[in-house]
């Protein structure tokens, strides 16, 4: 499969946050098939700069050198998953982060996709919840700020 067949499939990808363990988090908002709630989606990025690749080769490991996990404490082994946060920069080891085994692969697959831990999870959410209110209030006002204008230069014509 091509890089662009690839990143044309991931785009279609999208996890519930509220039927499931776990949160993409993107621009988009759509309902879940599932649970008909507003999700918050995260697609596939067309470019990836080499920062951001970085970011992703040390957000999911097969074990950290002299860490340990932030939830349990116990120090992680060699060859033991663990994910990184991205909100709180805390390491988890999957099963402590609730991060499945196949959502674990993704994040190591697609740089992009973000995984928040329990802790910060609700805050994100929440934050987004609050960007697509802010969007709706900004698309009434736009509209309203359209039909002024239209208004406007009616009076304008009429004048003349």
Request: net charge positive.
């Amino acid at each position: 499969m091509s890089e662009q067949e690839r990143r044309k499939k991931s785009k279609k990808k999208k996890q519930c946050a509220e039927c499931q363990e776990f949160t993409w988090i993107g621009s988009a908002q759509e309902k879940c098939e599932q649970c008909e709630k507003q999700t918050p989606v995260r697609d596939a990025m067309e470019d990836k700069d080499e920062e951001q690749q970085q970011r992703g080769n040390r957000r999911t490991t097969g074990g950290k050198d002299d860490s340990c996990c932030s939830k349990c404490k116990v120090t992680f082994k060699k060859g033991d998953n663990s994910v990184e946060c991205d909100s709180c920069k805390k390491w988890f080891h999957c099963g402590c982060g609730k991060c499945s085994i196949n959502l674990f692969k993704v994040l190591k697959e697609e740089k992009d996709v973000l995984w928040f831990c329990y802790n910060c999870r609700t805050g994100v959410l929440t934050a987004c919840e609050e960007v697509n209110k802010l969007r709706e209030e900004n698309k009434k006002v736009r509209q309203e700020l359209r039909e002024y204008r239209e208004q406007n230069e009616e009076l304008a014509d009429s004048i003349r």
